[in-house]
């Protein structure tokens, strides 16, 4: 499985600008990945760094954790972030880190002769990659609007090559009393990537526009929340939609669904205090299942 991913991914990543920036897809979180990956409008905590940068304006004092284990291990994924609001103000910073390891590379016995089974290839070493991410986020706005901006850092690492980058995140954020609206885009400038080869590559603008209602329930003290994103890349037609739903019980236990690309997605939390801890299991069609575990802590 990891060489495929690999034998796969790599030659597009080196080669089309179309996919230069899918090392930031993944996504994070373990409530928003649970919810089918709908962070535009429904992030709550410092994982809104990544999904809208707006949001950070209505956060309280937060850290957060994820790890993640994508299609059965072959992909992991780290996150961390900060958030600091302050008054009608907010800063915060985020790190996500992906990698891929036990990647072994073939050669032909003979490399004259084409592969076959006289001609198989042989192993010869064994490499990983690796995708570093580093978002510096700052958000401002009223207790109804507000926007937001992150400047990112890349740093790639895809063994055959290595290449740094850096781009901007834009969005907008709108709270109403039941309602929650958000528009993101994400490398609202395009985002260079210089390789180590002499090739550069620009990742492409997505474009992003979340709603999700919450509806109480006082009497058995449950909160639902709906949510529904829907994102367009500009070099491509059609659009993607990501569905979610939260039941929240006292502020308490959390149960969640979602539909991301077409995949289901469900998971569970539990906040206590000012702690949090929140799992997302993510099925595929093609490859193996993900999951996502996220501890966060409000101080």
Not at 21 to 34: I, S, W, Y
Not at 77 to 106: C, H
Not at 125 to 134: A, E, F, H, R, S
Request: aromatic letters at 10%; glycine letters at 10%.
């Amino acid at each position: 499985m990891r060489r495929i991913v690999t034998i796969i991914v790599i030659p597009l990543l080196l080669c089309a600008t179309k996919y230069a920036g899918e090392f930031q897809e993944l996504g994070v979180g373990g409530r928003a990945c649970a919810m089918g990956a709908t962070g535009i409008a429904a992030a709550t905590d410092p994982s809104m760094i990544y999904f809208n940068p707006a949001l950070s304006r209505y956060a309280q004092k937060s850290v957060l954790a994820m790890h993640a284990e994508n299609f059965g291990g072959v992909v992991k994924n780290e996150f961390a972030a900060l958030v600091l609001p302050r008054s009608n103000m907010s800063l915060g910073v985020a790190l996500q880190y992906v990698s891929v390891g036990e990647i072994i590379l073939t050669r032909l016995a003979d490399t004259t002769a084409p592969p076959g089974s006289t001609n198989p290839p042989v192993p010869y070493d064994t490499v990983g990659t690796q995708d570093l991410v580093v978002y510096l986020n700052g958000a401002k706005g009223t207790d109804l609007i507000a926007y937001g901006a992150n400047i990112k850092i890349f740093y790639r690492d895809l063994a055959v090559a290595t290449g740094y980058g850096g781009g901007v995140d834009a969005g907008l954020a709108f709270m109403l009393p039941n309602l929650r609206v958000g528009l993101a885009l994400r490398d609202l400038i395009l985002s260079p990537i210089i390789w180590s080869n002499g090739t550069k590559e620009t990742i492409i603008t997505r474009v992003s526009l979340g709603v999700a209602p919450v509806f109480s329930i006082d009497r058995i003290a449950m909160d639902v929340m709906f949510a529904c994103d829907v994102t367009k890349r500009i070099d491509v037609q059609g659009f993607d939609i990501n569905l979610g739903c939260e039941i929240a019980y006292k502020n308490l236990l959390y149960g969640r669904l979602g539909l991301y690309d077409g995949d289901y997605t469900l998971g569970a939390g539990v906040k206590y205090k000012r702690f949090s801890l929140d799992y997302a299991f993510l099925t595929h069609s093609e490859l193996d299942n993900t999951n996502k575990i996220s501890a966060g802590l409000i101080f």
